[in-house]
């Protein structure tokens, strides 16, 4: 397909370029059906670039990392949810190499989502992105591989979400098109929980894959939802692999694949069923893996599943109260 020949370009051109500062984009996401799929692109920027520019970002100056004082000039006042955190980020280029002077999205205007994605943040209380979602968003539209290493509690479903919808919303198709993988039902249904709250705002439909008590009623009734057709998809890499060898699902068309729990998905003997249902999606996909850990064997895993990623390492300090 046209758009994803024109992703697979980006990428590339993307990943030869080095990690520098970032031109943050106008605007992710465009409505579905959109002639063409993906919306035009200027040629790559420092860091391989694909939307026009818009006003400079604020933040720290080049070298510094955020702090809450940082922050305290843009967080909305009179909110009572705490988005940020006081911790040290660290961002790693695909050689490992310590980024200085990353430029990110310090203030939710500054992220690339459309305006009633922004208002919905607003209405939940949030006063601006927490450091996992401000370092990992500009990444995300720059077609980046994404490592987030941080704890839960950090914002890290927002950190994909957003991103990834917006991603799946300037492209055409009937099938699935983002696809997030988690260890667990409840962490399945924790996800679409917010899932649901921004899909309207996308124009997107959602469908979950998942075990669980009333087995055979699950299965049921989430056949007759994927077999309707979604846009986004969030699931267990055991479902996902019956109902794709059931043909009930195609990932073909996933051209933005999250897996979230890294680490626990390899402590519960997952790894075959990813790699599985990563055979069967898009070849030029583009990944974003979290893990709360950084330990070796998930590293090694990281490395079959990701193309020249860039690393953004939030230290575990004081677990956030509002983004889960």
């Known amino acids: 397909m046209m758009w994803q020949q024109q992703q697979h370009q980006q990428q590339q051109m993307s990943m030869q370029q080095p990690l520098q500062q970032y031109q943050p984009p106008q605007m992710m996401g465009m409505p579905p059906g959109a002639p063409g799929g993906m919306p035009p692109v200027k040629p790559p920027g420092p860091m391989g670039g694909g939307f026009p520019p818009q006003a400079p970002m604020g ?8 702090s809450m004082a940082d922050l305290a000039s843009n967080a909305g ?40 994605i922004k208002a919905e943040l607003q209405r939940a209380g949030f006063p601006a992105p927490s450091q996992i979602q401000q370092y990992t968003w500009p990444l995300a539209a720059q077609m980046r591989d994404t490592i987030g290493v941080a704890a839960t509690g950090s914002g890290k479903t927002l ?6 919808m917006a991603h799946v919303a300037a492209q055409v198709g009937t099938e699935p098109r983002m696809l997030v993988l988690a260890p667990t039902r409840e962490l399945v249904m ?69 897996i979230d729990e890294a680490d626990q998905m390899l402590t519960d003997g997952f790894e075959p069923q990813i790699q599985e249902v990563l055979a069967l999606t898009h070849p030029n996909r583009q990944v974003s893996l979290f893990s709360a850990t950084w330990p070796p064997a998930v590293e090694a895993f990281a490395a079959s599943v990701v193309d020249q990623p860039v690393r953004i390492v939030v230290d575990r300090a004081d677990v956030l109260t509002a983004n889960q």
């Open 190 to 258: 924790q996800i679409a929980t917010e899932a649901e709250q921004f899909a309207l705002g996308f124009r997107l439909r959602l469908g979950l894959a998942f075990g669980g008590q009333d087995g055979e009623g699950d299965q049921m009734m989430q056949s007759r939802v994927l077999r309707r057709g979604v846009d986004v998809l969030v699931g267990t890499p055991g479902r996902l692999t019956k109902f794709a060898e059931a043909s009930v699902v195609y990932l073909r068309e996933v051209s933005y694949l999250v």
């Open 77 to 116: 006042a009179g909110h009572t949810h705490q988005t940020v955190q006081d911790n040290e980020v660290k961002v790693m280029d695909p050689q490992g190499r310590l980024v200085q002077g990353y430029a990110r999205f310090a203030t939710f205007e500054q992220a690339p989502f459309p305006q009633s």
């Open 159 to 164: 950190a994909f979400l957003l991103p990834g």
């Open 59 to 66: 933040g720290p100056a080049p070298g510094a990392f955020p």
